[in-house]
């Protein structure tokens, strides 16, 4: 059973860096693309950063490109997202999904993580 754990979330400065982890702690070991998806107070779940198997196909949403980096452990089944020069806007619960395929809709991701919470401070 696919369980995604999320971590590295917390409280920051603008201009600061945090590392978001994702691991699959059921081991399933299946061939997942792995994505990050965020939600503000008020606003809708938007997609982020999502990587297929291999780590060779990346999507990034405009807003973060150039800032954030997404990365993959395969053999820990590892899903990390690198946020850089944090923004006040960047605040939001930052959600880990997997999915057969990589994509960039929320319906494409069968499993979810429960969240970790990202605030920036300005």
């Known amino acids: 059973q696919v369980q995604l754990v999320e971590s590295g979330g917390g409280l920051v400065q603008a201009g600061d860096s945090l590392r978001l982890s994702c691991v699959d702690s059921g081991r399933t070991y299946r061939t997942f693309a792995m994505g990050w998806f965020r939600q503000a107070p008020g606003n809708t779940r938007e997609f982020v950063a999502a990587?297929?198997?291999?780590?060779?196909?990346?999507k990034y949403v405009d807003s973060v490109k150039g800032r954030f980096t997404i990365s993959r452990e395969r053999n820990k089944n590892t899903v990390h997202l690198q946020m850089n020069s944090l923004k006040p806007e960047d605040t939001a619960v930052y959600y880990c999904?997997?999915?057969?395929?990589?994509?960039?809709?929320?319906?494409?991701?069968?499993?979810w993580g429960q969240g970790t919470q990202v605030t920036v401070s300005s």
């Open positions: 999904a997997a999915a057969e395929l990589i994509g960039i809709m929320e319906a494409e991701y069968s499993y």
């Open positions: 990587i297929d198997w291999s780590g060779l196909n990346i």
